[in-house]
């Protein structure tokens, strides 16, 4: 089974339509315990880092992320919630990531929308099979900086991490599920885990 978490965030639909087109399916839950007992979970992310963190903290599902041991997914918010700590909403996070998300400098227009590719690729096997020239969907006024995590680099004004890993935990700041063939590539990927 495949657990979607629903936290009061946006592009859940579209994260399920996505795994929908690769043959699978998703419960949409914010019930620890058909979290703890799903083969996989994504954390999808569309929406505010302090409202998100509220919702994930009434449902004790903080605690229950952080305990996961199976492979899990963060998606643009979802990278972002697994961080230590965000300038958005001065909010503290999950802490998976020992790393801060900060708000694109001065100068740069945010929301960074559009298509990118990466600067760097790592060995990650969630990005097996992608290439540097791969273009990938981002949309986010955040970012995380590169760091020990980073598995891809994608420069927009700085160099911030397009994807993290950290054991299971999996995490993109670009959005999969609009990125084409090269989304649905990653997400099988993911799925294959």
């Known amino acids: 089974m495949i657990a979607m978490l629903k936290y009061n965030s946006g592009n859940i639909m579209s994260v399920r ?4 087109r690769l043959g699978h399916d998703a419960v949409i839950t914010d019930d620890p315990d058909v979290i703890s007992m799903a083969e996989k ?12 963190m509220e919702h994930l903290k009434e449902r004790g599902l903080d605690r229950v992320i952080v305990s996961l041991k199976q492979p899990v997914l963060g ?18 996070c999950l802490g998976i990531f020992d ?20 600067v760097s ?3 990650d096997p969630l990005l097996k099979g992608i ?8 949309v986010h006024s955040y970012y995380t900086g590169v760091n020990g995590f980073t598995t891809a680099v994608c420069d927009y004004n700085v160099q911030f991490s397009a994807a993290m890993r950290r054991d299971n935990f999996f995490a993109t700041q670009f959005h999969p599920e ?3 063939g090269t989304g649905a590539r990653i997400l099988e990927n993911f799925l294959s885990l």
Request: glycine content about 10%; aromatic content about 8%; some cysteine.
């Open 17 to 20: 339509i996505a795994l929908q």
């Open 41 to 52: 979970i994504i954390i999808p992310g569309v929406g505010e880092a302090g409202s998100a």
């Open 75 to 92: 998606i643009c918010l979802g990278l972002q919630l697994m961080c230590e700590y965000s300038e958005e909403g001065n909010t503290e």
């Open 99 to 118: 790393t801060t998300v900060r708000r694109f400098p001065a100068g740069a227009k945010v929301p960074h929308m559009g298509w990118n590719d990466f």
């Open 121 to 123: 690729l790592d060995d």
């Open 131 to 138: 290439m540097k020239s791969d273009d990938l969907y981002y």
């Open 178 to 180: 609009k990125s084409a």
